[in-house]
């Protein structure tokens, strides 16, 4: 076989692989093209998703601060009216009790009735737990606490001093301490006795508890603080510290009232070194020197917004990873239609392929036929060891030949195995290799191995033979002129099954057929292209891209399987497991005589005239009475006229105006038991059922031998009687 019609595996100088039509084209841009789209919209959705989960998560979270930012100062609003209140009713009662001291410093004071008269102003403000007077000058000091502590000395009190030393303060709050009548945690608010002159301090003693209570029943969540500050910072009532320190430190809110200036209100942030960073709002209490404290720490705050972060990132990642598994699908799922695509395509091709060789192996079969009867015909009328003898000879040998390229041309029109026969591995793989010795490069050297053993296998020899010769003829092409080239044949032992480059292997026994090169290998993206029909790399006029897609379907059709193992610059290997049989392999019989005729009337037809007169030639020769007809029209002319005189139809398939079958199925009408021989040079299953159901006893394939002929009418007429019976069509394969 040639190696420009059997050789499809990739060599060194590669060339870029055969376009698609058209049509495959366009789907494959069209379904790129959508791939692509489905991928886009995917992103942008997913995109769009994540950006708004984003933009409500930012939202959300100013929403928090801001809705927090608004409760606290909301709360300190109302706190700072509270506590105006509280100091307003302590102030009054201040300003009151200073008229139980006289302008005087002779007059005298009844201090019993003025105490039980203190007493009473403090019993209507719940907030103020002693109401005193304190005049050193006059050794006077007035208290609405319990008898025995009116003797106690003040001087040493802060807002003592502040008031003595400084004319003109008015109301004045002191820092917290720890009451010395009452024991419990107070700060004082005080003014001072005389204007000029200083007799004096009036002041009351307000219970940090009263406002605590008040703090303590808000609900702001942990993290939250709310305080009473001094307007220097210094803490009067705070929510959460019951005790008061002797020694207080610096005040952590002084930041904060700077930036609260000479407004009102404000609202900030500190960072505390313990709790982090807090939001807070200050509102100053409207007439009194103390600002109203309320806040939170911010990671509190952000507590419940993190949470719900974390539910949307949750839900949102859930819904991505369902479009990026449904794109995945999708993307799968277009793949499968794109392969699906381009192997309807490829079966079209192929089909197309299939029909153009049914046709032209019709026409060029017919042609051969006329070449190879001829030829047959002058050797039997030449003289062995002539010059002539030599010429036919050539000229048969050249249309075999020809006729072997259309078998291979039927091998994409007529797929599958034709018979399986037992057969030894080894004496095709030695016909093969004894075959293409001569045409092998004397550079190249050809190793072969062989078991001792036969290695039977089932299957169709021919096909094999084509197998194996487009293997070792692809092996010769991929070294460049020199090399070594491996082919053996050996039994191997299955143990698990596994998937090979083409078909899978079961567990058993194997007839393993290597063949090996060291070229220069192909590469891991050409591996699994290099069956595809019309794939090849090949420089032109090199290869067709056929050969290996034959050995595919031939490996298949045999329940075989094949390995490819191939790496650059280290050579190709190709190994193909058949499975054993347990069988003996057939013998050849001698080839029997062609068996003559006795005078049998034969109807020959044909579209052709040159096969028409040469079948009856060739009939006469055989012994046969043949009567030619071109054509089925003359033919139901000739046989209506005497039906009785035939003994058996001999014609084309593929006829114009009426095919073969039709034929015979019009003149079995005249003649029910006349036996029908067809012949074409397109066979295959559809072209079987064909001539069964027109009543054929026989189907030849085109270009006959005259043996083969006279084989088949020795079978229909049957060796004794020389009548005609009925036999089952016979196969289609060529002998």
């Not at 002191?174 to 004096?200: D, M, Q, Y």
């Not at 329940?559 to 650059?568: F, M, N, P």
Request: aromatic share 6%; net charge neutral.
């Amino acid at each position: 076989m040639g190696s420009t019609q059997s050789s499809g595996r990739p060599s060194i100088e590669s060339v870029p692989p055969p376009e698609l039509g058209p049509p495959a084209r366009r789907s494959g841009w069209r379904i790129g093209g959508l791939r692509v789209r489905f991928v886009m919209v995917v992103v942008v959705v997913c995109g769009a998703l994540w950006l708004s989960a984003l933009f409500d998560t930012l939202r959300d979270r100013a929403v928090a601060l801001d809705t927090a930012e608004r409760q606290h100062d909301n709360i300190a609003g109302a706190l700072a009216e509270q506590a105006a209140r509280s100091l307003q009713a302590t102030d009054l009662i201040l300003q009151q009790a200073a008229l139980l001291d006289p302008p005087r410093p002779a007059a005298g004071v009844d201090e019993t009735g003025a105490a039980e008269l203190l007493r009473r102003y403090e019993s209507g403000v719940p907030q103020v737990k002693d109401l005193f007077l304190f005049d050193p000058a006059r050794h006077l000091h007035l208290s609405s606490a319990a008898v025995g502590t009116a003797s106690l000395d003040l001087s040493d009190r802060s807002y003592f001093i502040a008031q003595r030393d400084t004319p003109g303060l008015g109301l004045f709050v002191s820092e917290p301490f720890v009451s010395r009548t009452s024991g419990i945690p107070t700060f004082v608010l005080s003014r001072r006795l005389g204007s000029a002159e200083f007799r004096g301090i009036v002041a009351a003693a307000v219970a940090i508890g009263y406002f605590r209570r008040f703090y303590q029943a808000l609900e702001l969540g942990s993290g939250s603080t709310v305080e009473l500050l001094r307007a220097d910072g210094v803490t009067l009532v705070s929510r959460d510290r019951e005790h008061v320190e002797s020694s207080p430190a610096p005040s952590p809110w002084l930041t904060a009232i700077r930036t609260l200036g000479a407004s009102d209100a404000t609202h900030t942030s500190l960072e505390d070194p313990a709790l982090g960073r807090t939001r807070i709002s200050l509102r100053r209490v409207p007439g009194y020197p103390a600002v109203v404290v309320v806040g939170r720490v911010e990671r509190e705050i952000l507590g419940a917004w993190r949470q719900e972060v974390w539910k949307n990132v949750a839900r949102t990642l859930v819904i991505t990873a369902l479009a990026a598994i449904l794109l995945l699908a999708l993307l799968r799922q277009l793949e499968r239609d794109e392969r699906i695509t381009a192997q309807l395509h490829q079966s079209s091709k192929l089909e197309a392929l299939g029909t153009l060789a049914g046709g032209i192996a019709h026409d060029f079969n017919n042609i051969l036929g006329a070449v190879l009867g001829y030829g047959e015909l002058a050797v039997q009328h030449s003289a062995p060891g002539s010059q002539q003898r030599r010429y036919v000879d050539n000229i048969v040998i050249a249309a075999n030949r020809a006729r072997d390229l259309v078998a291979r041309i039927l091998a994409f029109s007529r797929p599958g195995v034709g018979a399986r026969v037992a057969v030894v591995l080894q004496d095709i793989v030695a016909e093969i290799t004894s075959l293409m010795c001569g045409s092998i490069p004397g550079a190249i050297t050809l190793d072969v191995r062989l078991a001792p053993d036969p290695l039977v296998v089932m299957g169709d020899a021919a096909q094999l033979h084509q197998m194996i010769g487009n293997l070792l003829t692809n092996a010769v092409q991929a070294l460049p002129g020199h090399g070594r080239v491996v082919v053996a044949a050996e039994p191997f032992e299955v143990e698990a099954a596994r998937e090979l480059t083409v078909g899978r292997v079961r567990p058993g026994r194997y007839a393993r057929l290597l063949v090996a090169d060291s070229g220069r290998g192909i590469a891991a993206e050409q591996v699994e292209r290099i069956f595809d029909p019309f794939f090849t790399t090949k420089a032109v006029g090199q290869g067709t891209g056929l050969g290996l897609s034959l050995v595919h379907g031939i490996v298949l059709d045999h329940d075989a399987a094949l390995e490819v193992d191939s790496r650059v610059s280290h050579g190709t290997t190709f190994r193909v497991y058949l499975p054993l049989a347990d069988v003996e392999p057939g013998r050849e019989s001698t080839p029997l005589e062609a068996p003559l005729g006795h005078g049998q009337t034969i109807l020959v037809v044909d579209d052709e005239e040159a096969l028409v007169r040469l079948a009856e030639e060739v009939l006469a020769s055989l012994g046969y009475e043949p009567i030619g007809c071109v054509g089925a029209r003359q033919a139901l002319e000739v046989f209506g006229a005497a039906p009785e005189s035939f003994d058996a139809l001999l014609s084309d398939v593929i006829m114009p105006e009426m095919s073969g079958p039709e034929l015979a199925i019009e003149l079995r009408r005249l003649r029910p038991t006349l036996p029908v021989i067809l012949m074409s040079g397109f066979g295959g299953p559809a072209l079987q059922m064909r001539a069964q159901a027109a009543g054929a006893q026989a189907m030849l394939l085109k270009p006959l031998r005259a043996v083969d002929l006279a084989r088949c009418l020795a079978d229909v007429f049957g060796p004794a009687t020389g009548i005609a019976t009925p036999a089952a069509p016979r196969s289609s394969r060529q002998w």
